[in-house]
């Protein structure tokens, strides 16, 4: 087979700054080892997140171009709602400034003390708005996703025997949603098989819980289906995403991700009573009913970004482009998450750099070195993302210490993705003169965005 190359040509180019590796140590000392306090140009090859960091394309552009700001009853809008309808076959579509902001909606009208909000895994800020709202949030990953290291195809995927266990203890009545997170980013990028979703679904319908997709990755995880579920191999990925839309009664969409906007989410949902009362606070919040926070020309750039995703080139080229990363990281011994996810790289970090305890925070640590080495920036998805204190004050940690290398879109060429290849084998190897960090700063809630740390003696 022949090398699968990236499905579009450059149009427009923009510089990375280059700095050195003594002026880096600097800047991270500086920024308190924090990879969100760095200044994107101090950053040469920027995996911080996949989210907002797309490259639009030229239709996306030319869209942005016709994009029409009438406050009420947009042209535009319409061209979003009739392309979210099309590809989720959700009857009702609410526009928001993003994902956090549709789930913001949602847990304030479903939340409250003593509800659960069950999930494979609930990404951060979707874990913060449940805890804002006074309910908890539950996840139930299955037991291969616990296990870095071991390849299964769908690691993403619900417990659903957990799921059936929690149902009974906390009561369906005090589980006003349970939520599947595709492809799911916390746990790796891996994708949740159809069947899953299918049994999920099934229980949920049982218990008369309302079921809803967190769909920011959606296109990733249909195309993980196409290759590795049974029965799927033929059939196009709008077909298998309309057909993962179909069990469900809503879902919320970070449109940063799979729709190749910079900015911009949404609610969809079949219950019009819910969508009545999510409208209501979306006028007080975000804005009216047809732009929720967003101008014209973003509903035009997702509207055409959401259906871009959803081609097979594209899908077989990104897919791909994160495996040629994970192939090259496990040739070298590197250990990170298997198989490949859909979005970004995921380096095992307690395996990598077993010198360091959980509580001085081997994650945050290797983030640091990628930078210092090579201008690489990264996120931990552990214990400092995740982690929360006991009565006595003890860390309990998260059940894995992930780095993420995300992916932006359409952005970074297979050079670049060499480079960041030799960077992190570069590391691998003086793995043991990395030290652990010990935090000087933190906050109650989502304490990773502006904790202060300092490299421990
Ligand atoms: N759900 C998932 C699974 C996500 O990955 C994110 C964002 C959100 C919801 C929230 O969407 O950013 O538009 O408010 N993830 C980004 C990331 C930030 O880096 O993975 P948002």
Redesign the pocket.
Same mark, same amino acid.
């Given at each position: 087979m022949k090398t699968i190359i990236e499905p579009f040509k450059i149009k427009s180019v923009e510089p990375i700054c280059f700095n050195t590796k003594e002026e880096r140590v600097s800047i991270l000392e500086k920024a308190n080892y924090n990879p969100f306090s760095i200044h994107a140009n101090d950053v040469l090859i920027d995996l911080?997140?996949? /989210?907002?960091t797309s490259a639009m394309s030229s239709n996306q552009w030319a869209g942005i171009m016709q994009g029409d700001e009438s406050y009420a009853g947009s042209p535009s809008f319409f061209h979003f709602e009739k392309t979210v309808k099309e590809i989720t076959g959700l009857p009702i579509v609410i526009p928001a400034h993003?994902?956090?902001?549709a789930?913001k909606i949602l847990f304030s009208i479903l939340g409250g003390k003593g509800k659960y909000f069950i999930s494979n895994t609930l990404?951060?800020?979707?874990r913060a708005n449940i805890e804002f709202s006074g309910a908890g949030g539950i996840d139930l990953l299955c037991e291969e996703g616990k296990h870095p290291t071991v390849p299964s195809a769908f690691k993403g995927n619900m417990d659903t025997g957990a799921l059936k266990k929690i149902i009974i203890e906390k009561g369906a009545d005090n589980i006003p949603m349970v939520i599947m997170?595709v492809t799911n980013? /916390?746990g790796g990028g891996q994708p949740v098989s159809m069947q899953n979703i299918k049994t999920v679904s099934a229980i949920c319908k049982e218990n008369k819980i309302p079921f809803f997709i967190?769909a920011?990755?959606f296109a990733e995880n249909s195309y993980f289906i196409k290759l590795r579920e049974e029965g799927y191999a033929n059939r196009s990925v709008t077909e298998i995403a309309a057909e993962l839309f179909s069990y469900a009664d809503g879902c919320?969409m970070?449109?940063?991700?799979d729709a190749f906007a910079n900015i911009g989410?949404f609610l969809a949902m079949r219950d019009m009573d819910l969508a009545i009362r999510c409208r209501n606070l979306l006028i007080i919040t975000e804005g009216f009913t047809t732009y929720g926070g967003l101008a014209g020309r973003d509903l035009e750039a997702i509207a055409i970004g959401l259906k871009e995703v959803m081609d097979e080139h594209y899908l077989q080229y990104r897919i791909r482009s994160i495996e040629y990363l994970t192939n090259k990281l496990i040739a070298a011994g590197v250990p990170v998450m298997q198989p490949a996810g859909g979005h970004a790289v995921y380096i095992d970090a307690k395996e990598f750099l077993p010198h360091i305890p959980v509580e001085q925070y081997p994650g945050q640590a290797l983030v640091g070195a990628l930078y210092v080495e090579g201008g690489i920036r990264s996120?931990e998805i552990g214990s400092l993302m995740f982690g929360k204190y006991n009565a006595a004050g003890k860390l309990i940690p998260s059940q894995m210490e992930l780095v993420?290398l995300?992916i932006p879109r359409r952005v970074y060429t297979q050079s670049h993705i060499d480079y960041v290849a030799e960077v992190v084998i570069e590391v691998f190897e003086k793995r043991n003169s990395i030290k652990g960090l010990q935090i000087t700063e933190e906050v109650p809630m989502l304490r990773h965005f502006t904790a202060k740390l300092k490299q421990t003696p």
């Open positions: 911080l997140t996949d /989210s907002g993003q994902g956090r902001a789930e990404f951060d800020t979707t997170t980013n /916390s967190d920011c990755r919320t970070s449109a940063k991700k989410g996120v993420r995300a």
